[in-house]
C-alpha cells in the first residue's frame, strides 16, 4: 500500500536541500564583500574579455565592475553620530566591539541575482521592511537592535548591516536611511 507521507530519509534529504540554497548564494557572493582596490571581479584573462580579433572588451567584462567602499571612518562617525574606526572591508565598529555598520559591495547584475531571496529574508528576520525610492531596487529592514538595507543603483550594489546602535527601530532606521542618503548616486 503506497502513502504519501515523506520516509524520515527523503525528509532530511528535503531539510539539506533547503539549506544548500544560502549556502551557495552566501559562496557566490563572498567574494564581492571582499575590496581588493581594483574595482573589478576577475572576468577572466586580457585575452578572454577581449575579441579574438583585439577589439574592445565583451560587455560582459564591463558588466562585473563593483563599486569601492563608499566611506571613510570619519564619514561613519558622522553619519550615526558617535565615534566610528574602520575596521578593514568596509566595516567600521566602535572599538569597545559593540555597535557596528559594515557596507558589502557587489555589482549590481550580482545584486538583481540575489535581490528576491533577501527581501524575502528580510521579512523574515525583521519587524518592518520597506522598499526604497531610490535606484533600480532597494529595502530598508530594521528591528530593535540591527538593521540591513539594499540598494541597486547604476553603478552597483550595496548591502548595508548595523547592529547595536541603540534607539530601537527606529534610530536604526534613522542610521540606515542617512547611511543611504551618503552613498553616491
Given at each position: 500500500?503506497?502513502?504519501?507521507?515523506?520516509?524520515?530519509?527523503?525528509?532530511?534529504?528535503?531539510?539539506?536541500?533547503?539549506?544548500?540554497?544560502?549556502?551557495?548564494?552566501?559562496?557566490?557572493?563572498?567574494?564581492?564583500?571582499?575590496?581588493?582596490?581594483?574595482g573589478?571581479?576577475?572576468?577572466?584573462?586580457?585575452?578572454?574579455?577581449?575579441?579574438?580579433?583585439?577589439?574592445?572588451?565583451?560587455?560582459?567584462?564591463?558588466?562585473?565592475?563593483?563599486?569601492?567602499?563608499?566611506?571613510?571612518?570619519?564619514?561613519?562617525s558622522?553619519?550615526?553620530?558617535q565615534?566610528?574606526?574602520?575596521?578593514?572591508?568596509?566595516?567600521f565598529?566602535?572599538?569597545?566591539?559593540?555597535?557596528?555598520?559594515?557596507?558589502?559591495?557587489?555589482?549590481?547584475?550580482?545584486?538583481?541575482?540575489?535581490?528576491?531571496?533577501?527581501?524575502?529574508?528580510?521579512?523574515?528576520?525583521?519587524?518592518?521592511?520597506?522598499?526604497?525610492?531610490?535606484?533600480?531596487?532597494?529595502?530598508?529592514?530594521?528591528?530593535?537592535?540591527?538593521?540591513?538595507?539594499?540598494?541597486?543603483?547604476?553603478?552597483?550594489?550595496?548591502?548595508?548591516?548595523?547592529?547595536?546602535?541603540?534607539?530601537?527601530?527606529a534610530?536604526?532606521?534613522?542610521?540606515?536611511?542617512?547611511?543611504?542618503?551618503?552613498?553616491?548616486?
Amino acid at each position: 500500500m503506497a502513502t504519501d507521507a515523506l520516509t524520515p530519509a527523503r525528509t532530511a534529504r528535503l531539510r539539506r536541500a533547503r539549506l544548500a540554497l544560502p549556502l551557495v548564494l552566501l559562496a557566490l557572493l563572498a567574494p564581492a564583500g571582499c575590496d581588493s582596490g581594483d574595482g573589478i571581479v576577475d572576468g577572466g584573462s586580457a585575452d578572454s574579455a577581449a575579441g579574438g580579433d583585439g577589439g574592445e572588451p565583451d560587455a560582459g567584462a564591463v558588466d562585473d565592475v563593483r563599486p569601492p567602499c563608499p566611506f571613510t571612518a570619519a564619514q561613519v562617525s558622522e553619519i550615526v553620530g558617535q565615534t566610528m574606526r574602520d575596521d578593514g572591508n568596509c566595516l567600521f565598529g566602535d572599538g569597545k566591539g559593540v555597535a557596528s555598520l559594515a557596507v558589502t559591495t557587489a555589482s549590481a547584475d550580482a545584486g538583481k541575482m540575489t535581490y528576491e531571496y533577501q527581501y524575502d529574508q528580510a521579512g523574515k528576520q525583521y519587524e518592518k521592511v520597506v522598499d526604497l525610492d531610490r535606484g533600480e531596487r532597494g529595502y530598508l529592514a530594521v528591528k530593535d537592535i540591527r538593521g540591513e538595507a539594499v540598494l541597486i543603483e547604476g553603478k552597483g550594489t550595496y548591502t548595508v548591516t548595523i547592529s547595536s546602535f541603540g534607539g530601537g527601530t527606529a534610530g536604526n532606521e534613522r542610521i540606515l536611511r542617512r547611511t543611504l542618503d551618503a552613498i553616491p548616486a
